[in-house]
């Protein structure tokens, strides 16, 4: 029976091959400079966060009937702002300050 050694590091033996233009090349290779990463790091951290993101995003949530009409209801009618929101949201943004 053959016996694997392991290194603690997994393998990496899938290739995923992508063609792109140069200019896209560009924008990838000065953001993942700006992480620090290599390009290869950078664009499999990033395509597997919008992966996840886009598997979380379609997950679907059951409930039971008494929960379902608290959550309809909680829908219809959204709590009012808090006085302190509503001054916030009433100034000026900082940037139109002079």
Do not use: Y
Request: charged share 30%; aromatic share 6%.
């Amino acid at each position: 029976m053959a016996q694997t050694i392991s290194t603690g590091a997994p393998r990496k033996g899938d290739v995923i091959q992508i063609r792109t233009s140069a200019e896209t090349k560009a924008v990838l290779n000065r953001a993942a400079a700006m992480r620090g990463q290599k390009l290869s790091e950078f664009m499999l951290e990033s395509a597997r966060r919008q992966a996840e993101d886009t598997i979380l995003d379609q997950r679907v949530f059951f409930l039971d009937p008494e929960a379902h009409e608290a959550f309809l209801a909680m829908l219809d009618a959204p709590g009012k702002p808090a006085v302190e929101l509503r001054a916030r949201m009433s100034r000026a943004p900082v940037w139109e300050h002079e």
